[in-house]
Every structure is written in structure tokens, then in C-alpha cells.
């Protein structure tokens, strides 16, 4: 086998493995549209805020444990089944907190002081059709 032939045979060798095996091998339904995440990730930060806020009508302060909404909101769970990253700060007089929700096109922070929205933020990580901040 020349030299020549060798180059050849590696370079199909090459296409197939990086080229055509994926496309062969790539399943036809790949979990929810990047629109649906987002639409996902935003409301997942809506039922975190209202989860909170009747939090804190029963108990006088907002909590930092997910674990405490979930019972407040059965919908978020789904909404944390797209893998969302989810993070609660709750300030030290338990009267003020800030929740970060990301998807990986879309990332949401809002912050609360009492009753009264501080801070919110809305921020697209990957455009695509449908992914937009409200």
C-alpha cells in the first residue's frame, strides 16, 4: 500500500468517525427547545418568588432551602427537571433575598427587600429562536 493510499484511507477513516457517525447516531428527540427552556427558566423564577413570598407570610422570613418551596410550588419541580441552576441567598434578618435561575440559554436573578423588588435581571446566554428576556 503506497503512502498515498494510507493518507486516503485515514482521511475516510476520519470523515466517517467525526462526520458520519454523529449524524447516524444522533437520536431524533433531544429534550425540550431552547424556547422551552426559556420559557421554563422564567417561570421558574416566578414560582420561586411566590413561593417565597408565602414563605414568608408563615413563617415571618423567606428561607434559603429549596426544599422549603418545592411543597409551596409542586409546578417548579418540573420546571428543575431541565436541568435548571437554581440558587437562593436569603440576607441574615431573614426579611431579604436573592434567587439565581440559569438554563443554558437563559439566566434570571431577582432580588427582594420585604415585599418590594430590589433588583431583577434578565440575561440571554445562547440566541436562538424564541429565547428572549421579558
Known amino acids: 500500500m503506497s503512502q498515498r493510499q494510507i493518507l486516503i ?62 411543597p409551596r410550588s409542586p409546578r417548579l419541580v418540573h420546571d428543575l427537571a431541565i436541568v435548571l441552576d437554581v440558587e437562593i441567598d436569603v440576607g441574615s434578618d431573614g426579611r431579604s433575598y436573592v434567587a439565581s435561575v440559569r438554563s443554558d440559554v437563559l439566566s434570571f436573578v431577582l432580588a427582594r427587600s420585604g415585599e418590594k423588588v430590589v433588583a431583577q435581571s434578565c440575561l440571554v446566554l445562547k440566541r436562538r429562536s424564541g429565547v428572549a428576556c421579558p
Open 9 to 70: 484511507l485515514l482521511g475516510a477513516l476520519l470523515l466517517a468517525v467525526f462526520v458520519i457517525l454523529p449524524l447516524v447516531t444522533r437520536s431524533g428527540d433531544s429534550g425540550p427547545s431552547s424556547a422551552e427552556k426559556a420559557a421554563r427558566t422564567r417561570e421558574a423564577v416566578n414560582l420561586i418568588d411566590r413561593a417565597e413570598r408565602r414563605y414568608l407570610a408563615q413563617h415571618g422570613r423567606y428561607t434559603s432551602h429549596l426544599a422549603d418551596l418545592l
